[in-house]
């Protein structure tokens, strides 16, 4: 397997297999979690946390696409991202399934899985091997205000001595209104447009956002229609027992009027299809973390941004780094330079880990990865070549 | 401040029409009076200055938010923008409290000129009270920077409404000096105008030609051409006895250029030209950066008057002995300016800008191709049937500018832009070769469309070899086109050269670095365009003059 002989020069790695490259500096052999150009490693377990190349052994933490990618031997994961997994990759065999807090030895680690409140199914990856605790935590959202609105199993502190954070929203900037006025907010929007003769088209993920505003939303405002893919992917996860008001297929409407009434939930990959012509005149609102900042609700040019997100804001992330007790932090996707030195200035040993996983940027049409498109060039890692030779360094991944 | 921060969202949110609209006649219909006159300053650019310094606020604003400066500054680089940044990091009031923009506005003019220490324990207060979303707005004006995304017709669109006028008649009302504190709103939307002696008109303004002139209806008989001049628009006005002159921006900047007083008595009473003043020496135009130097000063010395002469290029007449010529015929207008110009008989001070005839397109295409020479940006074709409109309308008087310079330069360093862009690295510097390394030469900030942005800004988030501060530092790998309206030495820059409005125009993905532009290209260019003085035969443009 991919990094049985690490070295402590990281310069080294790129010959073994003749893609590895380890990023994260001062990476020392023994720890129970490396970088790889796979994805995170654990090399006494023999397993891969995540990976976005295909692995024999993979240990996912949800059912988004950056993070559970087709063309794993095996999938060991929770059982509703089991059954998400199955949707979205079109497989059958060769997942296992875990409840929350039960434990499964791979090789000498015991790995459990704790609830990470970011969508149906998301967990957080305890390791424990001779004595040592690493949690890695996917994408997460820690219920700070959610309460009603938390519609998955909520966030649930794990200790340990390493904690493996994202950092989506990692600068203060980033912090979450309370969601019941965001929720007010779109349901008087909502009405306005039913006033104006507007179909109101709210843009967010198929898989956590669309569902995460359904629990939210008041259907007695009007009927909800829903894109597909949303309405498939809301059927999956109501079979899994969650509560959730029935969508309607516009292509079975003629009448505009009712249209007008509707509410409709897109997946951001719709946005400037044919088939948003129907719902003409409509008006376009995002929902994502992102919507806190006026850049990005000016640069969608949709009508109205609405701050609701699957990730945990500023705050979250700082409860959940101290409530973890961890006295060494890897930070991953997002702000990970910013948030590392913060915690670092609060006196915890921080560094980044570059990752290629994306947080909430996949939801809006920015900086995301094709969907399910495994990557097959490796990255270049910049820090591995320090002085580039023209041209050469073009042959990476060169955006297309 | 509730009514006016709603519509300063409002307005941010959605760049539809006529939700805009909705929201400025909501705002007009209910917000109160004084409000709503400052309203109309603050988006027409009347804006109070700043009155706490950037460094400051941040420095007081982080403290409250109790975080270090560093996350401070880089928060900053992902918003954008200083007052969004405050707006987003301070906690929330203690006790919110609602007041109008017209109070808010007062208060902060009492701050002028307090000491520091007495400043900020004001501002401290402030945010105590400061509900959370009017906290965009306060800290615009804080900041001096309040300006509000839309369009002038937009909002004279709106009052107009409201007021039952004319939008161009609520536009003739509100150009020109005025305070909101010695205007009301009754006599603003009455149905009689006052006292209008003092104001300039609204500018009608040019619409791009993509294509061509052949594009246009009609013949070319029914069109007129003269020179696109790079100078600073302007409405010299004649009707009390003295000269005013009114730049675009509906600045009177009358002070700035005191020899135009010299034409008092030369032109017929009661008379407004428009046209554009330039920095003309030598029988030929000035580079513009001479201009500036002009406008920037509160006054003029002889000797930058001597060292710098400036005229106006007339191209047309708003008032002739106190009537509105407006609505008269481009043809007609032309020839009474001809009249004037002549009569005044001052070339120094004033001329008429030149014909160029077009007996087809085609000689229209030649003009063009000789624009540079001239110092000229390209060049003006107005419809002879149009009268003289307001604001930016399509249809009568099109600018066809020149192609600009361009140049093959390879990305070095971004950073995270502004605005819209915010958070997106899109300030980039480009360099070229000299012998075998690098030179960074230029920024540009745009000319990308989303996609392309989306694109390098994932390439730069894979490929950053170096953080220094804001500015990530990328290996040599694309080359962009760099267009430039043009060039100049400058000691300023570490390549010596400095590039006028360089913007990018296209991504040159098929280009290898190696093949992108050499120091000594532009060298070429810049003392090609040193050399240039008028081409023979240009100088007696000028003959019509006396």
Known sequence: ?400 | MKAFAELYLALDETNKTNVRLEALDLFFRTAPEQDRLWMLALFSGRRPRRIVAAGRLSLWAAEQAGIPAWLFEESYHITGDLAETVSLLLPLPDRPEERSLSTWITLLQSWRGLPEASLRAQLRLAWCVLPENERMPFHKLLTGGMRLGVSTNLVFRALAGVAGLDPAEIARRLTGSWHPEDLDWESLIAAESGDNRHQPFPFYLATSLEAGPEELPGAPSDWFAEWKWDGIRAQLLYRTGSVQLWSRGEDLITASFPEFALLAGRLPERTVLDGELVAFKDGKPMDFQELQARLGRKSASRSLIRRIPVLLMAYDLLEYEGEDWRQKPFRQRRADLEGIVAAANMPSLLRISPALACNDWAAAHEWRGKSRDQGSEGLMIKRMESPYGAGRRRGDWFKWKVDPYTVDAVLMYAQRGHGRRAGLYTDFTFGIWRGQELLPFTKAYSGLNDAEVRDVNNWIKLNTLERKGPVVILPPVHVFEIAFEGIARSSRHRSGIALRFPRIYRWRRDKPVQEADRLEELEKLLSQVARKAPQPGTGDLFKDLP
């Open chain 1, 1 to 400: 397997m991919a990094g049985k002989k690490l070295h402590k020069d990281n310069r080294h790695l790129s010959s073994l297999h003749g893609c590895l490259h380890l990023v994260a500096a001062n990476f020392e052999p023994v720890d129970l979690l490396t970088l790889t150009s796979s994805g995170l490693y654990c090399k006494a377990g023999d397993f891969y946390l995540d990976p976005w190349k295909p692995v024999v052994r993979a240990v996912i933490t949800h059912g988004h696409s950056d993070h559970a990618r087709a063309g794993h031997k095996a999938y060991l994961t929770h059982r509703e991202t089991a059954a998400i997994i199955r949707h979205r990759l079109g497989i059958n065999s060769g997942i296992s399934s875990l409840e929350y807090g039960k434990v499964i030895r791979l090789g000498p680690v015991k790995v459990s899985l704790y609830p990470a409140g970011h969508i149906p199914g998301s967990s957080q990856i305890l390791l424990e091997h001779r004595g040592d605790r690493w949690v890695f935590s996917g994408d997460y959202h820690t219920s700070g205000f959610s309460g009603s609105h938390g519609f998955c199993t909520p966030f649930e502190s794990v200790p340990c001595r390493v904690f493996v954070t994202e950092s989506t929203f990692g600068l203060p900037v980033y912090r979450w209104p309370n969601p019941s006025s965001e929720f007010d907010a779109i349901q008087r929007w909502w009405a306005d447009n039913q006033k104006s003769g507007r179909c109101s088209v709210l843009v967010g993920y198929s898989l956590g956002k669309a569902q995460r505003l359904l629990h939210g939303l008041d259907p007695v405002q009007g009927p909800l229609f829903a894109h597909g893919a949303v309405r498939n992917m809301t059927d999956v996860i109501r079979k899994l027992g969650y509560e959730l008001p029935d969508l309607l297929s516009p292509e079975d409407l003629v009448n505009r009027k009712v249209l007008q009434q509707g509410l409709v939930l897109v997946p951001p990959s719709a946005i400037d299809s044919p088939w948003m012509k129907r719902f003409e005149p409509f008006s376009l609102a995002f929902a994502s973390g992102w919507m806190r900042i006026r850049g990005p609700r000016r640069r969608h040019a949709a009508d109205r941004g609405f701050v609701l997100s699957d990730h945990a804001d500023w705050d979250g992330l700082n409860a959940a780094v101290d409530a973890s007790g961890a006295e060494r932090v890897l930070v991953t996707h997002g702000f990970a330079d910013t948030f590392s030195r913060w915690l670092k200035e609060k006196g915890l040993d921080a560094e980044p880990l570059q990752t290629l996983f994306e947080g909430e940027s996949g939801e809006i049409r920015e900086g995301s990865l094709p969907e399910d498109d495994p990557l097959t060039e490796p990255i270049p890692d910049p820090r591995l070549s320090k002085e580039p030779t023209p041209g050469e360094k073009g042959k990476g991944k060169r955006p297309s």
